[in-house]
């Protein structure tokens, strides 16, 4: 299960391929020993990927893991920034060949193929963003991203996950996601699984956004019913 897992990890690109042609979402079907329906997602963006898996029924988080990508042919590298099961993997590099055929993506060597789900559209938020400030109490907070200390947003033009991460220490600090939707100034998840609370799954959230000079605004309640007001800086 921990070589599957592991495997798992670098789900990118195949000769004749090209980075971006794999941005996205991809999806896995497949069943627990104990014959659990589980759903593994994969979201692809601009030279960084998570997956996280968990029960397609319940909603049940079961892990996840994710980190930068590097692509040279047809060998994809990543280099690992958190782990939910296995910490001790933050901070090294592991290289994997996959195939794309249609729209099928595969791991060489197993019998692993996820489907496509989007391209990148048709969601208006598709990147991977960085958590760079906050306002509370009436006051405004800026975060340096740099740091190890991470919220990350990932989004493909359908799918949504965000993780909070620490790569110095290797602590996983939580993580959610599910569906999503752009409209007229509205962005709304559809909340899939969440790693804190399982009695969040199920839920939709909607807030107000806005793109300005490359950030996104982003105000509304959180899944407590906390005001929020958030700014998300795209990842380089």
Sequence with gaps: MRKIILLLTCLFSAFGIQAQDLNGAWQRD???????????????????????????????????NGGTLNLTDDIVTEKVEFDSKYPERVGIEESFKVSIKDSLLGIIGTDIKYIKLDNGSPGKLQGAWLMSGRTKD????????????????????????????????????????????????????????????????????????????????????????DPINETWSIRE
């Design 138 to 225: 009436g006051e405004s907070q800026s975060r340096d991203t740099s740091g190890p200390r991470k919220t990350m947003k990932i989004l493909s033009g359908t799918r949504f996950q965000w993780i909070a991460y620490n790569t110095e220490t290797k602590q996983f600090m939580g993580t959610g996601g599910g569906t999503y939707t752009t409209s007229n100034g509205e962005y709304t998840e559809n909340i899939e699984f969440f790693s804190k609370d399982n009695t969040k799954v199920g839920k939709s959230l909607t807030f107000n956004y806005n793109l300005s000079n490359g950030d996104w605004q982003h105000s509304g309640l959180s899944s407590k019913g």
């Design 30 to 64: 497949h069943t627990s020993k104990d014959g659990d329906k589980l759903k593994s997602v994969v979201i692809i963006s601009d030279g960084y990927q998570v997956i996280s898996t968990y029960n397609s029924t319940t909603g049940e988080f079961i892990g996840t």
